[in-house]
């Protein structure tokens, strides 16, 4: 902070816009409402009354957006700014590699600590791997820019993405780390080779007095894919989990039933608890079942990146 105070150069809007309060409570409303949607219906179910309505909030705000930007004076997002190609594609190449990053991380994590047993702290240190990668892939998303292009280079990191998360659909319970590991690693990577020219791209096709608003969409897409990424894979696991699991539940007490289907952890919970005969089947169950959620949501991460690395190339 003391240095970059001292050699930082100022940059400022030379004459900055009044806020868009109403654009900001339209666009958080759409999204708050969409993700409540999506996370609840794992649970309680699509036809929900609950969920419908999240959904028809989300649309109807977003919609309500979308007019109010293009008519007020002063927007706090300029829609004509996405009929430039490399704002708009880098911002959806962000969004959708931090969609693939946020959602493996978060399952990944329950899969090392509840399947592979690790603690928090193991787990941690185990998802290094994807960092290390990341760090390194700064050299060479620059020399793939350079020999290939920003186009080829973010679609290619796209649909490596992919690649990678069909591997990683293919794990199980007793899949060796070492193997989990060299995937985090190229993920990193691949990531890395997505995110560095996506932001380069990005922020070339603003006007440098508007630098500010670059970056925030750089920040803003980041977030809403993660946001999404958790959402909608973490849901899609859920949902696996306790279709599969419902079969081994059946001898069980319906409140503890309904327990074990709740989540993997509260299953293997009352697994350690009831012991013996009655808690080995259960667990054996709840973390098979949550393998197949976990490879339901990979799939799904395969299926939307690939299309994604098609619409950016």
């Known amino acids: 902070l003391i240095a970059g105070w001292f050699l930082v150069p100022e940059s400022r809007h030379p004459s900055p816009p009044r806020p868009d309060l109403l654009g900001m409570v339209l666009s958080t409303a759409s999204l708050a409402s969409l993700l409540f949607a999506i996370i609840e219906a794992s649970e309680i179910g699509w036809l929900s009354g609950e969920v419908i309505a999240g959904l028809g909030v989300a649309v109807i705000a977003g919609i309500g957006f979308i007019g109010h930007e293009r008519r007020v004076p002063e927007p706090m997002l300029d829609l004509r700014l996405f009929g430039n190609a490399r704002l708009k594609w880098g911002t959806m190449a962000i969004a959708l590699a931090m969609f693939a990053l946020a959602g493996l991380t978060f399952d990944l994590t329950q899969f090392l600590?509840?399947?592979?047993?690790?603690?928090?702290?193991?787990?941690?240190?185990?998802?290094?791997?994807?960092?290390i990668g990341f760090g390194l892939a700064g050299h060479i998303g620059q020399h793939l820019v350079r020999r290939a292009g920003t186009r080829s280079a973010v679609a290619g990191g796209l649909g490596a993405i992919a690649a990678l998360l069909m591997a990683f659909a293919q794990i199980e319970p007793t899949t060796a780390y070492w193997l989990l590991g060299s995937g985090l690693f190229l993920i990193g990577i691949a990531m890395g080779t997505v995110f560095i020219p996506s932001t380069d791209a990005v922020m070339a096709?603003?006007?440098?007095?508007?630098?500010?608003?670059?970056s925030a969409l750089n920040d803003t897409s980041?977030?809403?894919g993660a946001a999404l990424g958790i959402g909608v894979l973490g849901s899609l696991t859920n949902a696996a989990y306790a279709a599969q699991i419902e079969d081994?539940?059946?001898?069980?007490?319906?409140?503890?039933?309904?327990?074990?289907?709740?989540?993997?952890?509260?299953?293997?919970?009352?697994?350690?608890g009831l012991g013996g005969d009655a808690g080995n089947p259960l667990h054996h169950a709840a973390t098979a079942a949550f393998t197949d959620g976990f490879t339901l949501a990979m799939l799904a991460g395969t299926g939307l990146l690939s299309v994604g690395a098609v619409i950016v190339w």
């Open 248 to 272: 081994s539940l059946t001898g069980l007490a319906p409140n503890i039933g309904a327990l074990a289907k709740r989540s993997v952890g509260a299953a293997l919970q009352l697994a350690d």
């Open 205 to 214: 096709a603003v006007p440098e007095v508007n630098a500010g608003l670059g």
């Open 222 to 224: 980041r977030q809403v």
């Open 113 to 131: 600590q509840i399947v592979k047993g690790y603690s928090p702290l193991q787990a941690g240190l185990r998802i290094l791997p994807l960092v």
